[in-house]
């Protein structure tokens, strides 16, 4: 049999699989993967400035193309930088790939100070990964990397590390050890299924819904059939948001408020929650009560956890949807019901419009809604301006806001939209972060600028770290070391060669954005604005 090297069956099989752009930084323990690289046309490597930047970068893209997201860092500290990008993807269902490399194999736990050398490295991961590979001969490297980038896809997605030492990556692998595996059939449809649905059409108002695992799914047509069949009314996770166009008579919005999508939550006695996990964070911590349950997961890992489920549908989300659909194709909801959710969407309109006038978050919102198309995507930091986007923003399409909800970590967005705008060049990518936030991987310019990639980031400017800001004058009365010192960030932008420019009002917001989209360039947008408070507490 030929032989090829450890690095070169790497990069076969993600090429393989369908890989067509990586994000990392080279390394004196990586550059076996890097040479490979150098000579393969078919994979564009995207040269990141820190590894959590890169990391983000996997994730974006992960999540705006629905497939595999690479990102290849180091042993040791290049592998440590990447945990908040991992533990992001972990808690948003990302299919995120790390390819690590450590020390050489015979030095692996001997604790002799090899350069890097982090004892049980791999364990970094193994509460923030689908699974962790870690190769320790030449024969592990075919089958474990090919089963990583099925792991990450399979299911419910979510992040893999591989994680190979870098002397394998130079040793010879002979080839053909395993044979690429067709997907498995899918699985038959779970018990439970027929009692879902006897629930559904008995019920006198069901309610659905539904969260970042319906987006990966792909399951929004299916959702909206069963929405329309039972006239049930639809709320989302922040992740879930555009699932169904929110202007659609049927769309409630962001499951968290409170007001009038409260009311209609709680008058429903029948709830299909599909592609949510139902976390503390997202549910249960609002205060949303959900009546007899039923709950449609990839796994059992959170069915039960924070809310009882009457029926628990678990297995396969894309089949149980397309089932219900079809099952339910033929139902009518009553006179009675579609006239209920009429007036109740009018009452949430009644509502919506009451916030328009008593907050300014909104007309800055509008602004952004406006500026971006209604396919476009708003990739949002964790920053008040955000923190009112996932209640308030209009998404029209699956995914149209990308928010770094799932750990909740700051200095996401810009490297995020990188990823996001990688993956579909043609689609409108703005993205929405904080001054704090902003300063954690500003250098990410320097990787749009050197790539070629555009897409206006608008950065939150209230010199402070706002939400700690607020909760310490809502807990103790006072703030300590939130307010924040800024460089020019117009000038910053203009040394790597960005666009920029400052805006201070809605219109002039709005305008930047639209400017910038039709440019095809990378802008940094300033908006000096101070958003005292976020919405948790009001709404």
Same mark, same amino acid.
């Given at each position: ?14 090429? =393989? ?12 323990? *990586? ?43 180091? #042993? ?50 193994? *509460? ?49 050890? =395993? ?13 439970? /299924? ?10 006198? $108002? @069901? ?13 929004? &047509? =299916? ?6 069949? +039972? ?20 769309? %409630?919005? %962001? ?27 997202? &549910?249960? !911590? ?37 089932? /219900? ?5 033929? =139902? ?32 800055? +919102? ?29 998404? $029209?399409? @699956? ?47 320097? #990787?749009?600028? !050197? ?11 209230? *010199? ?31 040394? %790597?060669?960005?666009?920029? +420019? ?28 101070? %958003? ?8």
């Amino acid at each position: 049999m030929a032989e090829q090297t450890g690095a070169e069956a790497i990069v076969n099989i993600i090429k =393989e699989a369908g890989v067509r752009t990586v994000f990392g930084i080279p390394s004196i323990h *990586n550059i076996a993967l890097y040479d490979v690289l150098r000579s393969e046309p078919a994979i564009r490597h995207i040269l990141c400035r820190q590894e959590a930047s890169a990391t983000h970068m996997a994730d974006g893209y992960a999540r705006q193309k629905n497939h595999l997201g690479v990102v290849i860092a180091s #042993t040791g500290p290049g592998t440590c930088y990447t945990t908040p990008g991992i533990l992001e993807a972990w808690c948003s269902c990302s299919p995120v790939l790390l390819i690590t490399t450590n020390i050489p194999l015979n030095k692996i736990g001997r604790g002799q100070g090899a350069l890097h050398e982090l004892n049980d490295q791999a364990s970094l991961f193994r *509460n923030m990964t689908k699974a962790v590979f870690e190769v320790r001969s030449s024969a592990d490297i075919e089958p474990m990397t090919r089963e990583a980038t099925r792991t990450a896809l399979s299911g419910c997605p979510g992040p893999v590390c591989l994680e190979v030492p870098t002397d394998l990556l130079r040793g010879p692998v002979p080839k053909g050890l =395993e044979k690429a595996v067709e997907p498995a059939p899918a699985s038959a449809l779970p018990p439970g /299924m027929e009692d879902a649905l006897s629930r559904l059409r008995k019920a006198k $108002q @069901p309610l659905i819904i539904a969260g970042q695992g319906a987006v990966r799914a792909g399951i929004s &047509a =299916e959702i909206l059939s069963i929405a329309e069949s +039972l006239g049930a009314p639809v709320i989302t996770a922040t992740n879930g948001k555009g699932l169904i166009p929110e202007d659609h008579p049927l769309a %409630f919005g %962001f499951a968290g408020r409170r007001g009038v999508v409260r009311e209609v939550v709680g008058a429903c006695d029948m709830v299909l929650a599909i592609g949510t996990r139902l976390r503390e964070a997202d &549910a249960k !911590r609002r205060g949303l009560v959900l009546n007899d349950l039923i709950h449609v997961d990839w796994d059992e890992r959170w069915i039960g956890k924070n809310y009882p489920a009457a029926v628990a549908l678990v297995g396969d989300v894309v089949a149980i949807a397309q089932h /219900m659909a079809g099952e339910l194709a033929g =139902e009518t909801p009553s006179e009675a019901r579609r006239s209920w959710v009429a007036d109740a969407r009018k009452t949430l309109a009644a509502e919506l419009e009451d916030v328009r006038k008593d907050r300014k978050e909104m007309a800055y +919102l509008e602004a952004i809604r406006n500026a971006i198309p209604g396919d476009g995507v708003l990739v949002a930091d964790n920053t008040q301006l955000a923190y009112w986007a996932e209640y308030f923003y209009n998404s $029209q399409c @699956p995914g149209g806001l990308a928010a770094a909800r799932g750990s909740a970590v700051i200095g996401y967005a810009l490297a995020a939209a990188v990823g996001a705008k990688l993956a579909d060049p043609k689609r409108a990518i703005v993205a929405l972060i904080g001054d704090g936030g902003f300063l954690y991987g500003a250098q990410e310019l320097a #990787t749009a600028v !050197r790539h070629g990639i555009g897409f206006p980031v608008v950065v939150v400017n209230d *010199n402070a770290f706002g939400i700690i800001a607020h909760l310490q004058r809502s807990y103790y009365g006072n703030e300590h070391e939130s307010r924040l010192i800024n460089p020019d960030f117009v000038a910053l932008a203009h040394s %790597f060669n960005v666009n920029g +420019l400052r805006v201070d009002t809605p219109p002039m917001l709005e305008a930047a954005i639209q400017r910038a989209l039709g440019s095809q360039g990378m802008w940094v947008i300033e908006l000096e604005a101070d %958003f005292p408070e976020p919405p948790f507490g009001l709404y």
